[in-house]
């Protein structure tokens, strides 16, 4: 009778199948859930830069003020809601679009990673507004 399974016996073949499939699952949900955290933080930081570039911009565009004015204004900015290493790479100057005057802060600010696994480089944020001066 080897390799029958009678009716009121149950099938000793799949003991333990639910453990390794909940191991095997959990690793890979687990996985996508990090994915997921590190592109909302990436997406965070992104918008948390763009912000603070575009006001900075804004400041330095005013009759009074100066792009290196909205420079400074940009990294007390950044300073104040990310961690100083994301400021350190600010730079304001003014230029012409369209034959209009205008003052761009450009941001440079390297990836922020979550845990030890995340991508390398650096993100480029511009922040322009017309110049009030003209």
Sequence with gaps: MSGTVSRGQPDHSETGAAVVDFAMVSGLVMVVFLAVVQLGFILHV?????????????????????PGD???RTRALIAATLPDSYAQGVSAHQGSAGGVSVVTVEVSSPFPVVGVIGPNGRMHIQGRAFSEAQ
């Design 46 to 66: 992104r918008n948390t830069l763009i912000s603070c570039a575009s006001e900075g911009a804004r400041y330095g565009a005013r009759v009074d003020s100066t």
């Design 70 to 72: 909205g420079a400074d």
